[in-house]
Nanobody, 116 residues
């Protein structure tokens, strides 16, 4: 059964930090590159960080130096450490494989709100 459960979001002030977690089912996680996506109000969902099964990472330019993706293969879990949060980081954050299709299932996401 496909399962993705994101957690760790919240309301933080600009400059703050959060650590997001995503527990995935083994069928989704094992051996695959995983990614963190976000969807801001009125915008399309975008892939912001990804990590291969071997641990290589890549980021979109807007989050480089502030976001760090990691994974624990033993726990089928992927993490996203977010530092120096900005109001434009406000979005619902989702995890999934780094390559998805329109048929891919998604979790409920976790809301990150950056506001003073």
């Amino acid at each position: 059964q496909v399962q993705l459960v994101e957690s760790g979001g919240g309301l933080v002030q600009p400059g703050g930090s959060l650590r997001l977690s995503c527990a995935a089912s083994r069928s989704i996680f094992s051996g695959y590159a995983m990614g963190w996506y976000r969807q801001a109000p009125g915008k399309q969902r975008e892939l912001v960080a990804q990590i291969t099964s071997g641990g290589s990472t890549s980021y979109v330019e807007s989050v480089k130096g502030r976001f760090t993706i990691s994974r624990d293969n033993a726990k089928n879990t992927v993490y996203l450490q977010i530092n120096s949060l900005k109001p434009e980081d406000t979005a619902v954050y989702y995890c999934n494989r780094a390559v998805v299709s329109r048929f891919s299932s998604w979790g409920q996401g976790t809301q990150v709100t950056v506001s003073s």
